[in-house]
């Protein structure tokens, strides 16, 4: 059983920084693939930005510059430091791991999502 849970969302201000945690219940080394994906009200569930096991990263264009996440084995957490914070970065940001299944193929696990909120 997988459990992913996210911590460290919360009201900032614009151009201010918040730190994300997701923690697995499990070695992060169980899975090909962590992520931070969001979703505003009305919107659809977006990447913004993933983690290989390899340590390969990639971002959304909208966030490149000013979040970048990382894995710490050790915690068993990937974390999304956000820095330069804009209002359009609020939303509730959910943790993602993958597992591969088969062939192209691959297993998701959610975590329950943390509200960011970017406001004067």
């Known amino acids: 059983q997988v459990q992913l849970r996210e911590s460290g969302g919360g009201l900032v201000q614009p151009g201010g920084s918040l730190r994300l945690s997701c923690a697995a219940s499990?070695?992060?080394?169980?899975?090909?693939?962590m992520a931070w994906y969001r979703q505003a009200p009305g919107k659809e569930r977006d990447l913004v930005a993933g983690?290989?096991?390899?340590?390969?990263?990639n971002y959304a264009d909208s966030v490149k510059g000013r979040f970048t996440i990382s894995g710490d084995n050790a915690k068993n957490t990937v974390d999304l430091q956000m820095n330069s914070l804009k209002p359009e970065d609020t939303a509730v940001y959910y943790c993602n791991a993958q597992r591969r299944r088969a062939l192209n193929s691959w297993y998701d696990y959610w975590g329950q999502g943390t509200q960011v909120t970017v406001s004067s």
């Open positions: 983690i290989t096991i390899g340590g390969n990263t």
């Open positions: 499990e070695s992060i080394f169980r899975f090909v693939n």
